[in-house]
């Protein structure tokens, strides 16, 4: 299969990840949207929130448990976690991804 959040997580280039544990990474989005965008994703292949599993529920337990250690790690107090789901969300990597968005005042509604 090709994807390319599966090429980063088997962490052949880690020199940019800023968090990792044993089940998911985070690194800057290559086309950031605020002054802290990062991604964050298990290292283990999964599409979308849509095709969560029970046996891979443990990665998410560990992805939300990091986040909180990503921000303060960062000096971050105020952030937006985002999960497109979905071509319409704007889902473009099919790869199970939460953005870390920060570092400004951010709009709400999102567009
Ligand atoms: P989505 O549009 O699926 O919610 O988010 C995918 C995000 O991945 C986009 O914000 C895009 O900029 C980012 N992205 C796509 N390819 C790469 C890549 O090769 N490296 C990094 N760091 N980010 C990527
Ligand atoms: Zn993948």
């Given at each position: ?22 089940k998911c990474c985070c690194f800057p989005d290559i ?50 976690l985002v999960a497109n789901t979905g071509k319409d ?8 991804h939460f953005h870390i968005l920060g570092g400004r ?7």
């Open positions: 299969m090709n994807c390319i959040f599966c090429d980063i997580a088997s962490g052949e280039d880690k020199k940019n990840w800023v968090f990792e544990t044993e086309d950031p949207k605020a002054p802290v965008h990062l991604l964050l994703i298990p290292k283990i292949h999964i599409s979308s929130l849509q095709d969560l599993k029970k046996n891979n529920i443990e990665f998410i337990n560990d992805m939300f448990l990091s986040i909180p250690k990503i921000t303060e790690k960062l000096g971050i107090k105020s952030y937006r969300a704007g889902q473009s990597v099919m790869h199970l005042e951010l709009g709400w509604p999102p567009g």
